[in-house]
């Protein structure tokens, strides 16, 4: 992957990016400017990673030595999680809102699979059933650090191929940012309303019109994707409504994800209450990798993303302990289910590509350049400046190379990222987020689409690197430290 620091904005002289490129720069360490390099003779790895191992200079800064595991943590008091609804954000489907919907999807289902987002309308249709055990326990291995789960396996994370698998959402198209400025069909929503009243004004009888349409795309964006903290509908997402009202194909996928990253940092920073968010992913992503946890699914032939084999699922679920002895005792190795999704369940735009790559080669190279390229992806969508508050969220996706059937190679730290010293999220200017958007194209032209086999390995530099960081952190018995979390009870 090509770098780019001629977008950067001017830097902090402080920061840890700056500490890291000196670090890189003074001590020459080689690294890759390629998104897929070759491991060894029959091995493909993700970069932008380390080449000739990992600078003994940088082991304080990436992980982030200062920065301690959750269920290290003293400061966190998990015990006021333990309520029967630990989320109040968490997307409960009424019978008004499925009823407004099933009009909805006949009047314009075929256009939302067109534009790729039934799915994630389909799942919302649905209570994705939060079991609030599992949800606080693998929560305890959560760094905002890296964006990622710290396991003894390695680092793990949804990535935006994982939530193109689950939900459908598209990696690729136009992009769904703070740039993006659409009022056809032209929609006027003055005074915001609370989620009931907003069904009861605007859920209409009869033939769909287009001010229903964006109505009820907007309740859906703010109660069911971003799950906003307001209890309202906001303003926030109107043009994002409306440019999918007329049919554009939005990369929705990159903006969800960003979502979901900061969702998961308001939830570390003692807000799980009413942390924002589609966290109901996270639970969709942790019954696919780590099946023995989950419910069973429920196969349905109609069924064109692996979220839904998932919305009718009711399973047993264990105690808080039994959750960490496997998270934190017996995790150890991942085998197959470095890949869990089959390929026979994917959203029609995936099945189509992989099937015929060649004829809409342009398609196929946006989809896995979006897929595969480390970047910051873009946070909020704000309506006013009175109102804003756009950040990034740095998707680093040579962590999790085995996700993708890769060799995992030791990768960069995120130092490009505007979030220069990793745990703080500041707001990010226009101007700068200006840079970001034009980092993307930039990257694509360094990216080269090459097929490979799918192989999970790792290197052995990389156990060495994440051996010496598990080691401080994996240190005490599981039982040990159990007893600093939650009560006996949980």
């Not at 990159?254 to 900061?262: D, F, G």
Request: charged fraction near 20%; charge should be neutral; glycine fraction near 6%.
């Amino acid at each position: 992957m090509a770098t780019h620091k001629a977008n950067a904005p001017p830097p902090n002289p402080n920061s840890l990016a700056i500490q890291i490129r000196k670090i890189i720069d003074e001590e020459h360490i080689a690294i890759t400017n390629d998104v897929l390099v070759i491991a060894n003779a029959d091995r493909v790895g993700l970069g932008p990673a380390f080449q000739l191992g990992f600078p003994s200079q940088l082991a304080p800064i990436y992980p982030l030595a200062e920065e301690v595991l959750p269920f290290e943590s003293p400061s966190l008091d998990w015990n006021r999680f333990s309520s029967d609804i630990p989320n109040h954000l968490w997307h409960r489907p009424n019978a008004k809102y499925i009823e407004w919907l099933d009009r909805m999807l006949e009047a314009k289902g075929d256009l939302w699979k067109q534009i790729g987002i039934r799915d994630a309308i389909l799942l919302s249709r649905s209570l994705i059933d939060m079991d609030k055990n599992l949800f606080l326990t693998a929560s305890q291995f959560w760094l905002v650090t890296t964006n990622s789960f710290h396991f003894k396996v390695g680092l793990m994370s949804p990535t935006l191929q994982n939530l193109a698998f689950l939900t459908g959402l598209r990696p690729h198209g136009i992009e769904a940012n703070y740039f993006l400025s659409q009022k056809t069909p032209y929609f006027e929503y003055k005074e915001p309303l609370s989620f009931a009243p907003f069904i009861n004004h605007y859920a209409k009888k009869g033939p769909v019109e287009d001010n229903e349409h964006v109505a009820f795309l907007l309740y859906w964006l703010n109660k069911f994707i971003f799950c906003v903290s307001a209890n309202r509908v906001t303003k926030d997402f109107i043009d994002l409504a409306c440019a999918l009202a007329s049919g554009q194909k939005l990369a929705l996928g990159p903006l969800v994800l960003a979502h979901l990253y900061r969702g998961m940092k308001e939830l570390i920073s003692n807000k799980f209450i009413f942390a924002p968010g589609p966290l109901w992913v996270m639970t969709l992503w942790l019954w696919s990798y780590f099946p023995k946890l989950g419910p069973p699914m429920v196969k349905k032939s109609e069924h064109t993303c692996y979220g839904l084999h998932y919305t009718d699922a009711r399973g047993p679920r264990y105690a808080f302990g039994t959750y960490f002895k496997f998270f934190y005792h017996e995790l150890t190795g991942m085998g197959k289910n470095w890949l869990p999704f089959v390929r026979d369940t994917v959203p029609w735009w995936l099945k189509q590509e992989a099937s015929n790559p060649g004829d809409d080669f342009d398609d196929h190279f946006e989809i896995w350049s979006s897929f595969l390229i480390s970047r910051d992806l873009m946070y909020g969508m704000a309506y006013t400046p009175t109102n804003y508050k756009c950040g990034v969220e740095y998707y680093n996706a040579a962590q999790f190379a085995r996700q993708f059937g890769l060799c995992q190679l030791t990768p960069l730290p995120p130092y490009q990222s505007l979030n220069e010293d990793f745990t703080n999220r500041p707001v990010v200017q226009p101007k700068d987020l200006e840079r970001v958007r034009n980092t993307l194209p930039e990257l694509r032209k360094a990216f080269a689409l090459h097929p490979y086999a799918e192989r999970i390995d790792k290197g052995a530099k990389f156990d060495s690197w994440w051996g010496g960081y598990t080691r401080m952190h994996f240190v005490k018995p599981y039982l040990d430290v159990l007893t600093t979390l939650l009560p006996q009870s949980a």
